[in-house]
């Protein structure tokens, strides 16, 4: 059976991740063209697939001109760019894979949901986590009636310090006007969870957060602009970015800051990008901590936390049903069920992905791409998260947002 074909649109950090996996088989996906406005990104990504001079593309407009490529179009671009890529691509009759969120815009991803279902074609939308051997497990669990009847579900994603001032302080998600909300860029893989746990509607949603220390106003007096400029603080800011860019790590993150991965080049990025800011002194607003409460159909309850205060990156769940409690955490990749009046817990095991498939999210991103392949050859059979599911999701986090900023509980 000869591989499917697939346009990559961006190929940044998760459009290199997804794209890996043709690397991996060839003989299921090959990458056919590719659309990237960063000149180092486009001609890494391009000479390492062998892509001939004329399918590579500084912007998705004119790939997406020509008459239809591939099977399939990869979409990776920055969040508030998913929209028109995403619904070009349709009208020309590719299969989707779209990075989440579906975009920043309640209106887009309803837009982008019926342009889906009225096209007939796949389009998966990229929550990796739904497709790990983590949480399928735990899906199954809940679902079996181990538990009795769910009451409630507690969940922490604990975003670690520093992935926090990587991504969402200095990085391309700091600001919500730029990319998305911090609930809806980074946690709607979470309100995802949620519902698909729960197994039932969402009715109504309520949410405080704000940005609390990232600011200026917790920058020492004698702190400068840059990590690079001669900051006093470096041996005992453990936020200098010196210390989590030069390290002798070469992969992620280090390697979103340039494709010169060289000590020199990483300093000279430090110096001129903006990875090398103080961290108390940049352009960021979203928020760094975060609290959502769900109440669903037949009266069963959420809360979600989201903080950055945490020296981990990982999530916890506790899931109280009528017969007995679960507990689990993703990092350890333990799952507890503790039947009630029996003094011990049982552990459920967890199948590990193999070191091949496991490059990302638990293995969730090798999941999702083999299962992506699979449901472009079968018309959609194999696609979890469909536009029509994740917009469930993703109408969570808007009502979440308008919750937090005008302190009220919305009905969903």
């Excluded at 917790?218 to 702190?223: E, L, N, R, T």
């Excluded at 352009?283 to 975060?290: L, Y």
Aim: proline share 5%; net charge neutral.
């Amino acid at each position: 059976m000869s591989p499917i074909t697939a346009v990559l649109i961006g190929a940044g950090a998760r459009g290199q991740v997804y794209a890996n996996y043709a690397r991996q088989h060839p003989e299921e996906l090959r990458i056919a063209a590719v659309a990237e406005p960063r000149p180092d990104r486009r001609a890494l990504l391009c000479d390492g697939f062998d892509i001939p001079q004329e399918m590579r593309f500084e912007t998705w407009e004119p790939l997406l001109e020509k008459p239809r490529l591939a099977d399939a179009a990869l979409i990776c671009t920055m969040d508030g760019l998913h929209t028109a890529p995403a619904l070009a691509a349709l009208e020309k009759g590719y299969h989707i894979l779209l990075e989440k969120p579906m975009s920043s815009s309640e209106a887009e991803c309803r837009a982008i949901a019926r342009a889906a279902a009225q096209s007939k074609r796949v389009l998966c939308v990229c929550h990796v986590l739904r497709y790990t051997p983590f949480f399928g497990t735990l899906k199954a669990l809940a679902d079996s009636g181990e538990a009795g009847e769910l009451a409630s579900i507690t969940q922490i994603e604990n975003v670690a310090f520093w992935h926090y001032a990587h991504s969402f302080v200095r990085g391309n998600w700091r600001s919500a006007a730029q990319s998305s909300p911090m609930l809806l860029q980074k946690s709607c893989h979470d309100m995802d969870l949620l519902l698909w746990l729960m197994g039932r509607r969402c009715t109504a949603v309520s949410s405080f957060g704000s940005l609390r220390y990232f600011d200026v106003a917790h920058a020492p007096a004698d702190a400068p602009p840059r990590c690079t400029d001669g900051c006093p603080h470096a041996k005992t800011c453990v936020y200098d970015a010196r210390r989590l860019y030069l390290n002798g790590n070469t992969g992620w993150p280090v390697d979103m800051l340039t494709t010169d991965l060289t000590p020199q080049g990483i300093e000279q990025a430090l110096r001129e990008g903006p990875y090398g800011r103080c961290v108390y002194r940049c352009d960021n607003d979203v928020v760094d901590r975060q609290v959502v409460n769900l109440e669903f159909e037949g009266g069963a309850l959420a809360s979600f936390t989201m903080t950055a205060f945490t020296t981990d990156a990982a999530r916890q769940l506790k899931l109280t049903g009528t017969k007995a409690q679960i507990e689990a955490d993703m990092e350890r990749g333990t799952i507890l069920l503790h039947r009630f009046g029996e003094s011990a817990a049982q552990q459920i095991p967890v199948r590990q992905p193999r070191q091949s498939d496991s490059y990302g999210h638990g293995g969730g991103d090798y999941f999702l791409m083999r299962d992506f392949v699979r449901a472009v050859r079968s018309g959609g059979a194999e696609n979890r998260t469909d536009a029509a599911v994740s917009l469930q999701g993703h109408l969570i986090c808007f009502a979440a947002e308008e919750s937090r900023t005008r302190r009220c509980v919305v009905p969903m």
